[in-house]
């Protein structure tokens, strides 16, 4: 089994930072994509950031200037760091990641059980 762990939520003052991870374990031969994706309450779930596996990263218009995403390989680990936080960030953030089991496996997405990020104004 693969799972993804989130950590890094919580309730922070606008203008405050927050930094999220997500681990993956389990049987892994290889991770393709990682991302970030949110969920606000009565929206649908929309892509934050992303980053391949050569590290060429993507951002939602609303993200950029104010995230970064990062992966560190060697833990199985993607980041996002969020600053200068708005109200409107305020969701549920959930960790995606492409991962193959093995070398004969097809390439399958995992989700993370999801962070609860609020920002108060």
């Known amino acids: 089994q693969v799972q993804l762990v989130e950590s890094g939520g919580g309730l922070v003052q606008a203008g405050g930072s927050l930094r999220l991870s997500c681990a993956a374990s389990?049987?892994?031969?290889?991770?393709?994509?990682m991302g970030w994706y949110r969920q606000a309450p009565g929206k649908q779930r929309e892509l934050v950031a992303a980053?391949?596996?050569?590290?060429?990263?993507n951002y939602a218009d609303a993200a950029k200037g104010r995230f970064i995403i990062s992966r560190d390989y060697a833990k199985n680990t993607v980041y996002l760091q969020m600053n200068s936080l708005k109200p409107e960030d305020t969701a549920v953030y959930y960790c995606?990641?492409?991962?193959?089991?093995?070398?004969?496996?097809?390439?399958?997405?995992?989700w993370g059980q999801g962070t609860q990020v609020t920002v108060s104004s």
């Open positions: 995606n990641a492409r991962i193959r089991r093995s070398l004969a496996d097809n390439e399958y997405s995992y």
């Open positions: 389990g049987i892994i031969f290889s991770i393709n994509g």
């Open positions: 980053i391949t596996s050569g590290g060429s990263t």
